[in-house]
């Protein structure tokens, strides 16, 4: 039931179709703008919902790359909050701070953490593994790479080869359409 809301949220406001070029620089005729869902109040709480079923209990932080994994990981925090779960969350800044506090980590990471690593949708998966060397380096430990969106296919091959599982809530084939697989 929560899975097909999510579906059906994401259908009638995040899917695009048309024209597009993925970061990989791949053409697609169809594109997933999930920050339409995961920054509604309606979309927050379906992508909760679905992720705090699944997230193991020993799971202390949830976050990931800065901006994709930003709304996601606040979220579900927030929501878990209220259901009296605690998770701290975090973004990981794509480049090094110079200033104030420094460093790739804003939030509440603590060394020792397990962590959900997240993102809105992922094609490759990079940026996800990008955010789990980030975190291993703080001294927490990435568990489990959690993706709103798998539009790619191939992030749960790449994930295994740095020990890591994946656990999409939504896949494209749940969207009706084809993994775009590995770039030519």
Partial sequence: MTKQALIDHLLAHS????????????PTDWFIDAKQ???SPEGMLLVAD????????????????TMGADAVAFGIAAIAATRGRSLRSFSVRKEV????GGGRIAGALEP???VVITEDAVTRGVSMLEAAEVI???GAEP???????DRGGTVTAMAAEHGLGVLALVTAEDLGFAFEGPNP
Avoid at 17 to 23: C, E, Q, S
Avoid at 97 to 100: A, L, N, S
């Fill in 97 to 100: 701070k110079d200033h104030g």
């Fill in 15 to 26: 899917v695009k179709r048309g024209d597009f070029v993925l970061k990989s620089g791949k």
């Fill in 112 to 114: 020792g953490d397990k």
């Fill in 37 to 39: 869902t995961t920054c």
């Fill in 50 to 65: 679905a992720a705090l079923a699944v997230i193991p209990g020993d799971v202390t932080a949830i976050g990931g790359l």
């Fill in 136 to 138: 291993r380096e703080a």
């Fill in 143 to 149: 568990v489990l790479l959690l993706p709103v969106v």
